[in-house]
């Protein structure tokens, strides 16, 4: 990462953890992905149970493959052939694991969904939450956040999955209520009533969209 990029980014990440716990969550910065992947192990007690709802910014760091090689329960969803059996699992696990669609400098959580399976174990279940979040989803406000959610990270997740909404055509929100809708659900995490349950590490890097 380009070092006035990395300097900036160290002084906004003090900022969204002083934010993150004032609302009852706790936040890391990484310098690097190999500096995530040691804090998030670090978090992570071996022999724990883990799940995900598809986050790529938790295998960019090696996340997943760290605890599929490693002593841990870890979940597939994707693998397992009774995929809603696997989903219900997830609320009763030691940790879930996510990224955000957006987040704003003073620490509150932005993410959206089609099937709500992310969103409900981020609200409730799991025992605890660790996000992985690239400095490239932080946003200055709630409002700015939400544009973010719907007119980047929803457009590229729904080409991703080859779904029939107008922003996989044209890159921005129409604000659709098509069938193929990802934008179901919105959560908004603003306080956490459970200390240690929401942990954030930030990263200096770009991960995710
Ligand atoms: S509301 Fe529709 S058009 Fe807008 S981001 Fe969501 S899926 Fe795409």
């Known amino acids: 990462m380009n070092k006035m990029i990395t300097q900036r980014n160290e002084l906004l990440a003090?900022?969204?953890?002083?934010?993150?716990?004032?609302?009852?969550?706790?936040?890391?910065?990484?310098?690097?992905?190999?500096?995530?992947?040691?804090?998030?192990?670090?978090?992570?007690?071996?022999?724990?149970?883990?799940?995900?709802?598809?986050?790529?910014?938790?295998?960019?760091?090696?996340?997943?493959?760290?605890?599929?090689?490693?002593?841990?329960?870890?979940?597939?969803?994707?693998?397992?052939?009774?995929?809603?059996?696997?989903?219900?699992?997830?609320?009763?696990?030691?940790?879930?694991?996510?990224?955000?669609?957006?987040?704003?400098?003073?620490g509150v959580l932005i993410n959206i969904d089609g099937n709500a399976n992310r969103v409900s174990a981020i609200a409730h279940g799991p025992k605890k939450v660790l996000f992985i979040v690239g400095m490239n989803k932080i946003c200055k406000d709630v409002d700015s956040a939400m544009k973010r959610a719907r007119n980047v990270a929803a457009p590229i997740n729904a080409q991703r999955f080859g779904l029939q909404t107008p922003c996989s055509k044209t890159g921005s929100c129409m604000n659709c209520k098509s069938p193929d809708t990802i934008c179901c659900q919105f959560l908004i995490t603003r306080y956490s009533r459970h200390a240690d349950r929401i942990h954030v590490i930030l990263v200096n890097d770009n991960l995710g969209f």
């Open 14 to 106: 003090k900022e969204v953890i002083k934010g993150l716990e004032s609302r009852n969550m706790k936040g890391y910065y990484a310098a690097d992905r190999e500096e995530a992947l040691k804090i998030a192990l670090d978090l992570i007690p071996e022999g724990s149970s883990a799940t995900m709802g598809g986050a790529v910014s938790v295998r960019e760091i090696g996340l997943v493959q760290a605890l599929m090689d490693g002593n841990y329960e870890f979940i597939d969803r994707d693998a397992a052939e009774d995929k809603r059996a696997a989903m219900l699992k997830a609320y009763d696990v030691d940790f879930f694991l996510s990224s955000v669609n957006a987040m704003t400098e003073d």
